[in-house]
């Protein structure tokens, strides 16, 4: 038992030193861990933003190619009524059917499936583009936070990236 004259043990100042020195190298170890945290969740962000750019240029670059395939097969198409109108002959079994037309009925025909097969890939790039918009929505949000310590509002964030 200790008696009231006694004082406890006093820590030398080079141990108080110490102990405050290791506690502020903690802290700033922890600010550095944070910064360095913050860095990549702007890097993420910026990552899934030229993600999302990059899908959406691929959706509008299928867009163009699809109506540029239907502008090319209707120019076909009047192309094979003028050649039909101008020989006077439109069954294409008829042993003088032009060639011209006949080529061009199929080229047309090869244009009207590779479109087809461009909306197919439109439809799968459209789902990889929400897909995209997705991740980015959460990566903003893991930023917002991180950065405030509160969740950010989806309607703030949209206006913030409006505005950059």
């Known amino acids: 038992m ?5 004082r406890l043990p006093r820590r030398s100042i080079w141990e108080e030193n110490f102990t405050l020195l290791k506690n502020r ?9 944070w910064e360095c945290f913050a860095r990549l969740c702007k890097s993420l962000v910026r990552l899934k933003l030229f993600q999302v750019n990059e899908k959406r240029r691929q959706l509008l670059q299928l867009d163009m190619m699809i109506a540029e395939f239907d502008r090319m097969a209707a120019d076909l198409e009047n192309q094979v009524a003028y050649e039909e109108r101008k020989s006077g002959i439109s069954d294409q079994n008829h042993f003088a059917y032009p060639t011209f037309a006949k080529a061009a009925r199929q080229r ?3 244009l009207l499936v590779s479109q087809r097969d461009l909306k197919s890939q439109r439809e799968g790039a459209a789902a990889k583009l929400a897909e995209a918009e997705d991740e980015l929505k959460k990566a903003e949000m893991l ?5 405030t310590g509160r969740e950010i509002p989806a309607e ?4 913030n990236r409006a505005v950059a």
């Open 2 to 6: 200790m008696r009231v004259n006694e």
């Open 25 to 33: 190298r903690c802290f700033l170890k922890v600010c550095v861990l």
């Open 108 to 110: 047309r025909e090869n």
């Open 143 to 147: 930023e917002g936070r991180d950065r």
């Open 156 to 159: 703030e964030q949209t206006e």
